[in-house]
Structures are given as structure tokens and as C-alpha cells.
């Protein structure tokens, strides 16, 4: 027979016991292997961004630029590619961040540096780090509201589109910078672009976009004369779509702010009106 002391001494055996760790009750087991199409286009975004930066070391911003720009067309596709083959996966989500910051954070950034900032020594190098540091919290911080927010927009200047503004004016004027003077508008132009990306200026995403939907026939026509105006004027039509982006979206927060202001204005105004009004009457 079981004694009444029994209860209470096997209590104390067990708190006795080494607690074990929540890691050894319950481990999560994780799927082996990757989902090789989307992966393939991740890793060619990366090493666009990996040429851009070999190219850039060598002094030849011609050649680099261009990658920049490959590796936001192959970042475009990888997302779309791993909805449509319904291959999305945590893996292919942190893999693509990871590249993200080698090819639009890293790339741009020496790129940038080697063609124009390198005058102004550590200065340059500083605001380098400081377009490659906001890649990286505009990365972290995309991740962390993924599904939260409107598909519509971005919250702050995605980095590929920043990556662009620079590629795009090295592109366009590939003889560099050699003095002082002339490299001081460079900080500028990347320091703006780091300043958008940790903002929260909502820039529109074109996720709705139907690609699928039928369109009228002189919508082709359109994408016909954009291709024939790149292949005849490669660096005035990136320059135009680069800044464009960035200068439409200012100018767009600049009105909504303007009309909200005139709003506010209208509505004191109908205020002091009545308030008027109301001691006349009395």
C-alpha cells in the first residue's frame, strides 16, 4: 500500500529535478531544402550586386551601373515568380532581405563612393554607411509590417528605387568626380534618398497592377515607344523614371498636405462665421 508521506516526498523529488529547456521539449523541425526557382532569382539579384561592386573597384562605372539596375528587374520577378509557382517560404523571405542589402544597400553605396564621393575622404565614406545602414533598417522594418499594411504603398522609399537614383546618375555621367567641389552635390543625392527610405512618406508599390487583366490596344503601343526610347537613350529615360518616382511622390505628399491644410482653414473659417453670426443675433 501506498503511504500518505509518499505524495509529498515524491513532490519534492521532482522539483528536485534539472529543469530542462523549452528548446528540448519542443524543437521545431524544419523543412530541408530550398524551392530552387525563386532562390535562382535571388541569387542573381545577388550577384548583380557583387559585379556592380567588382566593376566599381575597377573604375569601370559604365559596366557597373547597369547591374543595379538588373538586380531590381530579377527583384522584381522573384516575388511575383515565388506567388505564381506558390513557392514562397521563410527561407526565400530572409534570403531575399539578404540580398537586398548586398544589392541595393552595399553595391549602390561603393558604387557611389568610388565614382563621386571619394574626394571628400572619410566624409564620403561616412554618408556611404549611411545609405547602407538605412537599406538595412528599411529591410528589417519591410519584413517586420509585411501583411499589415496597404498593398498599395510602401512605407519609406523601397530600397531598390533608392538604389536606382544612384545607379541612374552614374549611368548617366560615368566620368567621375575628381574634385572637392564637384562632390559635394554627391551627398546630396545619397543622403536624400537614405533620409526616404527610414521615413514614413508612403510610396506606391504598382502590386496592384494586373498583368493578367486584357488592355486596350494602344497601351501596348506605349510600352513599345518606352522600349524603343530605352534602347535609344538608355541614360536620359533611367535618369527620368528614377527621380521621377522620387520627385512624383514628394510632390504628391506636398499637395495632400496643401489640400489638408485648406481644409482645416475652411473649417475654422465656417467656425468663426457661425460664432459671428450667433452674437450678431444676440
Not at 520627385?247 to 498636405?257: C, F, K, N, Q, Y
Given at each position: 500500500?501506498?503511504?500518505?508521506?509518499?505524495?509529498?516526498?515524491?513532490?519534492?523529488?521532482?522539483?528536485?529535478?534539472?529543469?530542462?529547456?523549452?528548446?528540448?521539449?519542443?524543437?521545431?523541425?524544419?523543412?530541408?531544402?530550398?524551392?530552387?526557382?525563386?532562390?535562382?532569382?535571388?541569387?542573381?539579384?545577388?550577384?548583380?550586386?557583387?559585379?556592380?561592386?567588382?566593376?566599381?573597384?575597377?573604375?569601370?562605372?559604365?559596366?557597373?551601373?547597369?547591374?543595379?539596375?538588373?538586380?531590381?528587374?530579377?527583384?522584381?520577378?522573384?516575388?511575383?515568380?515565388?506567388?505564381?509557382?506558390?513557392?514562397?517560404?521563410?527561407?526565400?523571405?530572409?534570403?531575399?532581405?539578404?540580398?537586398?542589402?548586398?544589392?541595393?544597400?552595399?553595391?549602390?553605396?561603393?558604387?557611389?563612393?568610388?565614382?563621386?564621393?571619394?574626394?571628400?575622404?572619410?566624409?564620403?565614406?561616412?554618408?556611404?554607411?549611411?545609405?547602407?545602414?538605412?537599406?538595412?533598417?528599411?529591410?528589417?522594418?519591410?519584413?517586420?509590417?509585411?501583411?499589415?499594411?496597404?498593398?498599395?504603398?510602401?512605407?519609406?522609399?523601397?530600397?531598390?528605387?533608392?538604389?536606382?537614383?544612384?545607379?541612374?546618375?552614374?549611368?548617366?555621367?560615368?566620368?567621375?568626380?575628381?574634385?572637392?567641389?564637384?562632390?559635394l552635390p554627391v551627398l546630396a543625392m545619397i543622403i536624400a534618398p537614405a533620409l526616404l527610405m527610414v521615413s514614413t512618406?508612403?510610396?506606391?508599390?504598382?502590386?496592384?497592377?494586373?498583368?493578367?487583366?486584357?488592355?486596350?490596344?494602344?497601351?501596348?503601343?506605349?510600352v513599345a515607344l518606352g522600349l524603343a526610347l530605352l534602347v535609344a537613350h538608355p541614360e536620359l529615360v533611367l535618369v527620368?523614371?528614377?527621380?521621377?518616382?522620387?520627385?512624383?511622390?514628394?510632390?504628391?505628399?506636398?499637395?495632400?498636405?496643401?489640400?489638408?491644410?485648406?481644409?482645416?482653414?475652411?473649417?475654422?473659417?465656417?467656425?468663426?462665421?457661425?460664432?459671428?453670426?450667433?452674437?450678431?443675433?444676440?
Open positions: 500500500m501506498m503511504n500518505s508521506n509518499d505524495s509529498p516526498r515524491r513532490a519534492r523529488i521532482r522539483m528536485l529535478r534539472p529543469l530542462r529547456r523549452r528548446t528540448d521539449v519542443q524543437r521545431r523541425r524544419f523543412r530541408r531544402g530550398v524551392y530552387l526557382l525563386p532562390s535562382m532569382f535571388t541569387m542573381g539579384s545577388m550577384f548583380c550586386g557583387y559585379a556592380c561592386i567588382v566593376y566599381a573597384m575597377r573604375g569601370e562605372f559604365v559596366t557597373a551601373a547597369p547591374f543595379i539596375g538588373f538586380a531590381v528587374v530579377i527583384d522584381m520577378l522573384d516575388g511575383r515568380i515565388a506567388r505564381m509557382t506558390n513557392t514562397t517560404s521563410d527561407f526565400g523571405v530572409e534570403f531575399d532581405s539578404l540580398a537586398d542589402i548586398i544589392s541595393f544597400g552595399v553595391a549602390p553605396a561603393i558604387l557611389t563612393f568610388a565614382w563621386g564621393l571619394q574626394p571628400l575622404g572619410r566624409l564620403g565614406w561616412t554618408a556611404g554607411f549611411l545609405f547602407v545602414a538605412a537599406a538595412a533598417v528599411r529591410l528589417a522594418r519591410f519584413n517586420i509590417q509585411a501583411g499589415s499594411l496597404d498593398k498599395r504603398y510602401f512605407v519609406g522609399m523601397p530600397s531598390p528605387a533608392a538604389a536606382g537614383v544612384l545607379a541612374a546618375t552614374v549611368f548617366a555621367y560615368p566620368s567621375g568626380l575628381q574634385t572637392y567641389a564637384e562632390a512618406v508612403r510610396f506606391r508599390s504598382f502590386k496592384g497592377i494586373d498583368l493578367q487583366a486584357r488592355r486596350k490596344y494602344p497601351v501596348l503601343l506605349l527620368v523614371l528614377a527621380y521621377g518616382y522620387l520627385s512624383a511622390t514628394l510632390i504628391e505628399v506636398a499637395w495632400h498636405r496643401l489640400r489638408r491644410r485648406q481644409g482645416h482653414e475652411e473649417r475654422e473659417h465656417e467656425v468663426t462665421s457661425k460664432d459671428t453670426a450667433a452674437e450678431r443675433r444676440r
